[in-house]
């Protein structure tokens, strides 16, 4: 007999999916049409800053006319500049609603991606709940997750800044889900190669003990390298032997859009905790939460949560990690609901929390708080509290899945033992 709330409720809901779907991106499309002037300011970046790769002054170009209190430079290595070259050929309103319908197109299939892993983890059919569901229940469940998960926030901020996030995270899915150790290392290569922070995933190869992956990943990444250094030298100068590892210049360390476990602990304290022992007191506490996570995920054969607690990893040791890099809220949402430890009390407890803050906009409400002053550290202690609120559900998934997987797999082996 299927799960209570997986059966009868569901199939009534998935009935409407593809409607809701339609509905869901009606409203987005409307809404990015009505807000032409000032959206999508990072997609302007990479549009207007990348032919400046060529001309040499890449990481000079800032562009500011919407962000005056911090002209916004070309943060990312030079072979992302090489990425978006062809976007900058086009008319500016062809090239941002060609990015909104790829970034649109993306997370359905992450979401898409996402639920393939749960039900091959899972098993195609035999345990109780959603395991032994047809195929077009599991592309109604793809619709009908995308209609939502794309006004979380930290999908509504991706795509209202025009940011990468959706297309890399359905890069990195598509690559790290792959049997073939080429193609998901070199996926991840490149990958790290537009952003550093995918370059956490080559972890995710040698937890699997995939290591010809490991390498693969690692040569792609140094393939994008020299393809940058062999057009640009200069500009690849800079970026790898000056501009590396200066958090300042992304952004301010203290915003509360930066929800890095630095960027929260730096508003706790009032100045910026850098890599000093405050931080990395907290970096060894979420170390210690991965292992365990990761311990347990690999044990238990489950995919996802292995990829999605390296992911989580990555973004709360990440110097800098917008709430917007959040996006990876989409396939831990999707484990904690359909994952084979689906309806234990901590992942609930995951899910729930993980809900309410992606759905309740609590980071837009603290960058409005800040009255526009984005470089100032000091807040109110209930300000500063709230801006726990991405790491606080990241480390709560990890101990979702460390303590739920370690249940699952301890109960074959007392089964066996009795």
């Known amino acids: 007999m299927r799960a209570v709330g997986i059966g009868a409720v569901e199939s009534r809901v998935l009935a409407f999916a593809p409607w809701l779907?339609?509905?869901?991106?009606?409203?987005?499309?409307?809404?990015?049409?009505?807000?032409?002037?000032?959206?999508?300011?990072?997609?302007?970046?990479?549009?207007?800053?990348?032919?400046?790769?060529?001309?040499?002054?890449?990481?000079?170009?800032?562009?500011?006319?919407?962000?005056?209190?911090?002209?916004?430079?070309f943060t990312y290595p030079p072979f992302a500049a090489l990425v978006f070259l062809p976007l900058s050929v086009l008319p500016w309103i062809v090239a941002r609603w060609l990015w909104q319908a790829l970034s649109v197109a993306c997370l359905f299939w992450i979401v898409r991606v996402s639920l393939r892993l749960v039900r091959q983890d899972t098993g195609a059919e035999g345990d109780a709940g959603v395991d032994g569901d047809t195929a077009e229940v599991w592309r109604r469940r793809a619709m009908f997750w995308t209609a939502l998960t794309l006004w979380i926030e930290p999908v509504r901020t991706t795509l209202n800044y025009g940011q990468i996030n959706l297309v890399l995270i359905a890069v990195l899915l598509t690559a790290m889900a792959s049997s073939r150790s080429w193609l998901a290392g070199l996926g991840v290569g490149a990958g790290a190669g537009v952003k550093l922070t995918p370059a956490i995933s080559g972890v995710y190869f040698l937890l699997q003990r995939r290591f010809a992956a490991a390498a693969w990943s690692f040569a792609g990444f140094l393939l994008t390298v020299a393809?940058?250094?062999?057009?640009?030298?200069?500009?690849?100068?800079?970026?790898?032997?000056?501009?590396?590892g200066d958090a300042d210049r992304i952004g301010p360390v203290g915003s509360a859009i930066n929800q890095s476990l630095r960027g929260s602990l730096t508003r706790t304290v009032h100045f910026d905790v850098e890599t000093g022992p405050?931080?990395?007191?907290?970096?060894?506490?979420?170390?210690?939460?991965?292992?365990?996570?990761?311990?347990?995920?690999?044990?238990?054969e489950d995919r996802l949560a292995a990829l999605v607690s390296v992911q989580v990893y990555g973004l709360l040791l990440s110097p800098i990690s917008w709430s917007h890099h959040w996006v990876w809220a989409v396939p831990a949402l999707l484990w904690l609901l359909y994952g084979r430890a689906r309806g234990q009390r901590v992942v609930v407890a995951a899910a729930v929390v993980w809900v309410l803050a992606v759905g309740s906009y609590v980071i837009s409400f603290l960058i409005l708080a800040q009255q526009g002053d984005i470089w100032k550290i000091d807040r109110a202690w209930y300000l500063s509290a709230l801006g726990w609120v991405y790491p606080l559900c990241g480390l709560l998934t990890l101990i979702a899945v460390a303590v739920s997987l370690r249940s699952r797999v301890r109960e074959p082996e007392v089964l066996q033992n009795s």
């Not at 000032?38 to 032919?51: K, M, N, T």
């Not at 990761?294 to 044990?299: D, G, H, I, K, S």
């Open 278 to 300: 405050i931080f990395l007191a907290a970096a060894a506490v979420a170390t210690a939460l991965f292992l365990w996570a990761a311990r347990e995920a690999v044990r238990a």
């Open 227 to 244: 393809l940058a250094w062999l057009i640009a030298p200069t500009e690849s100068f800079r970026y790898w032997f000056e501009l590396l």
């Open 21 to 73: 779907l339609a509905l869901s991106l009606v409203g987005h499309f409307l809404l990015t049409a009505l807000d032409d002037v000032q959206s999508v300011v990072d997609l302007r970046v990479y549009v207007y800053g990348a032919p400046h790769l060529l001309r040499g002054d890449l990481y000079d170009f800032t562009y500011a006319e919407f962000t005056p209190d911090f002209p916004l430079p």
